[in-house]
Antibody, heavy 115, light 108 residues
Framework: QVQLVQSGAEVKKPGASVKVSCKAS????????MHWVRQAPGQGLEWMGW????????NYAQKFQGRVTMTGDTSIRTVYMELSSLRPDDTAVYYC????????WGQGTLVTVSS | DIQMTQSPSSVSASVGDRVTITCRAS??????LAWYQQKPGKAPKLLIF???SLESGVPSRFSGSGSGTDFTLTISSLQPEDFATYYC??????????FGGGTKVEIK
């Protein structure tokens, strides 16, 4: 069965970077784009972008361009989302999701940005 | 970018009620629209894709309709497990995959 397992919660200071991982299993990893979506506490869903694990190609939401980097490692079936220059309003649960629209999502990773 | 506007932002309803949620795109997205259900602390669950196609395993009381800019999610007879927040998402991959603002379905 398809599984997406994300790395654990992170606490970061403003200005730092965070790198969240998403390990996939149960399907052909290279055949599906991986998307990242975040959700601030009590707020809605916000699409951040996608990565094509086969080619490494990416497409980022304009809001995050210059601050987000999505990468992948096909040898270990894992994608990464790195967000830099963190601010308190980046505090959110970050999800990976296979090929939106999709019913295959990671469990979410809480990133807390606080001084 | 395409904007997605959902309404209402919240609705109070009783078990057995018919509930309708609308989503409007700022430009035509054909039938590139999905609907999700999200419960607190959980990842979103896909209900509908391609505007009106029911995801496998989703109860038939959920239905979607619309094309172009105007879309609707209908729950024909609200069940206790349906109290949640619902999101639409534009699914045309040539554009950012924007979500609507969400509709919280609460117990009346």
């Amino acid at each position: 069965q398809v599984q997406l397992v994300q790395s654990g919660a992170e606490v970061k200071k403003p200005g730092a970077s965070v790198k969240v991982s998403c390990k996939a299993s149960g399907y052909s990893f290279s055949d599906f784009y991986m998307h990242w979506v975040r959700q601030a506490p009590g707020q809605g869903l916000e699409w951040m972008g996608w990565i094509n694990p086969k080619s490494g190609g990416t497409n980022y939401a304009q809001k995050f361009q210059g601050r987000v980097t999505m990468t992948g490692d096909t040898s270990i079936r894992t994608v990464y989302m790195e967000l830099s220059s963190l601010r308190p309003d980046d505090t959110a649960v970050y999800y990976c999701a296979r090929q939106l629209p999709s019913d295959y999502w990671g469990q979410g990773t809480l990133v807390t940005v606080s001084s | 970018d395409i904007q997605m506007t959902q309404s209402p932002s919240s609705v109070s309803a009783s078990v057995g009620d018919r509930v309708t949620i609308t989503c409007r795109a700022s430009q035509s997205i054909s039938t590139w629209l999905a609907w999700y259900q999200q419960k607190p602390g959980k990842a979103p669950k896909l209900l509908i894709f391609a505007a009106s196609s029911l995801e496998s395993g989703v109860p038939s009381r959920f239905s979607g309709s619309g094309s172009g800019t105007d879309f609707t999610l209908t729950i024909s007879s609200l069940q206790p497990e349906d109290f949640a927040t619902y999101y639409c998402q534009q699914a045309d991959s040539f554009h950012p995959l924007i979500f609507g603002g969400g509709t919280k379905v609460e117990i009346k």
